[in-house]
């Protein structure tokens, strides 16, 4: 059970690193900005 819990753990966490890098690199500029 602990292996096939993980298997959609470690994808989320992909998943959401992708997402909310880009995120991350556009908001650092938009602040700095203002």
Same mark, same amino acid.
């Given at each position: *059970?602990?292996?096939?819990?993980?298997?959609?753990?470690?994808?989320?966490? *992909? &998943?959401?690193?992708?997402? &909310?890098?880009?995120?991350?690199?556009?908001?650092?500029?938009?602040?700095?900005?203002?």
């Amino acid at each position: *059970t602990s292996s096939v819990l993980m298997l959609p753990l470690n994808w989320l966490s *992909t &998943f959401l690193g992708v997402m &909310f890098l880009p995120m991350l690199y556009w908001a650092m500029p938009s602040r700095w900005s203002l």
